[in-house]
């Protein structure tokens, strides 16, 4: 069972990226999907999340209006489009899957990817 991050890097302020998160070893039909992110120094939380169908996505504050959460079930992957991005972006993004619920609480996610850096800098 794994899940692999692809995607991070470093962009300018109001550069856009698209992050990919691709899963092996189980499918991700029933599973709840999320963004977690990693800043310096600081908690992991919550950035977007979708429903295991795809009918519903929701988000972080600070990131709502900018981030786009989407699931293709039938390549088991998800993807995070980040556009506008801010230094306040900067952190190391995880991919994580929670069967049959959605939530924004990490400590209900089942699986977890390593993590892909997102750097965002004049």
């Known amino acids: 069972v794994q899940l692999v991050e692809s995607g991070g890097g470093s962009v300018q302020p109001g550069g856009s990226l698209r992050l990919s998160c691709v899963a092996s070893?189980?499918?991700?039909?029933?599973?709840?999907m999320a963004w977690f992110r990693q800043a310096p120094g600081k908690e992991r939380s919550f950035a977007a999340g979708?429903?295991?169908?795809?009918?519903?996505?929701y988000y972080a504050d600070s990131v709502q209006g900018r981030f786009t959460i989407s699931r293709d079930n039938a390549k088991n992957t998800v993807h995070l489009q980040m556009n506008s991005l801010k230094p306040e972006d900067t952190a190391v993004y995880y991919c994580?899957?929670?069967?049959?619920?959605?939530?924004?609480?990490?400590?209900?996610?089942?699986?977890w990817g390593q993590g892909t850096q997102v750097s965002v800098s004049s």
């Open positions: 994580a899957a929670a069967k049959g619920i959605a939530t924004r609480r990490a400590d209900m996610y089942d699986y």
């Open positions: 070893g189980f499918f991700l039909d029933n599973y709840g």
């Open positions: 979708v429903t295991w169908s795809g009918g519903t996505t």
